[in-house]
């Protein structure tokens, strides 16, 4: 086992960005105050959370008013999705629509939905992970309360048409909810341009800490609280404020802002690079996800031969994700794969590599070449 190999998950999760540890650091340490105490320890707090809230807007196009933190992209996800569906029953709203290659968080709470009574309905995607807007549109009815959709696909990487399904979804008045976790400081994010109601974000997909998240609440939009408590952020997610986290979320969306297009132009060529490499030298590699509407840092192949999890045994030079798990000494397909139809066999040999802001040539050159290496071993 190598003791530090290429990292190449950044899908999974961010290192966190250098200046965003400084600029959380006085937050642990001297600005300890709790945001809602009337002295100057409380206001410092209250400030930084301020204007981390503004910054967090500014990423994606919002008032400040309309960013609640939470403590991760599953609660705000469970948030939009269980906060909606409830405020919406007295409309007599009972139906929700979502598609079949959500994340987990988004598609559980929606099958637990399923069984307490709502009425759900998983539009299916095609080869490269898409709705078709047929579809979506046969799919929506006054009835409906909610869409829920993902920007991009954690595994593939394919990108929704949001901004077409939102338009689809206020026809008939239902609200459009997006989980944004995996586009927000890969690609830019407005809520306007999108026009959706509600947005998740995930800090640590965009070098900040784990455990803190952003649900974007369109002001007028109709949610109830999961938790009740104290009253903060506007009582739809009370609890005190994780205020080092949220300053280092702050931060990220600064840098993600102000870097984002340079950013994504480096990582789309590196990517693109390691892809045209490993294509050369493996006949029968096949993309999975869409070739041009993708994340610019996902690169998601079946090697053709063998398993995922056994060529990343081999590549042990390289840190990445197959979409498959072991259950029971068995291997399970990604249900993302089995989603856009692709053969159990294909889908077991699929490995999702990510690039994220560290990744440089002479990495993606050194992943290519141990990628090749490895494969060669064991498909001869
Ligand atoms: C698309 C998407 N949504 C939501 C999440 C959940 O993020 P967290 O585990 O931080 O709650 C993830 C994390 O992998 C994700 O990729």
Sequence with gaps: MHEAPIYLDYNATTPVDPRVVEAMLPYLREHYGNPSSDHVYGRRARTAVEAARAEVAALIGAQAEEIVFTGSATEANNLALQGVARARLAEGRALLVTSSVEHPSVARPMRKMAAEGWGVTELPVDAAGRLRLNEVANGISPDVALVSVMLANNEVGTLQPIREIAALAHEHGTLMHVDAAQAAGKIPVDVNELGVDLLTLAGHKFYAPKGIGVLYVRRGTPLQPIFHGAGHERGLRPGTENVPHIVALGEAARLARIGLTEEARLLERRRDALQAHLTRSIPGLSLNGHASERLPNTLNLSFPGVQGWQLLAAADEIA?????????????????????????????????????????DAEIDQAATALIGAWRRLAS
Aim: proline residues 0%.
């Design 320 to 360: 990445a994700a197959t979409g498959s798990a072991c259950h029971a000494g068995e291997q399970a397909v990604s249900g993302v794969l089995a989603a856009m139809g692709c053969t159990r066999e294909r889908a077991l040999g699929a490995v999702r590599l990510s690039l994220g802001r560290y990744s440089t």
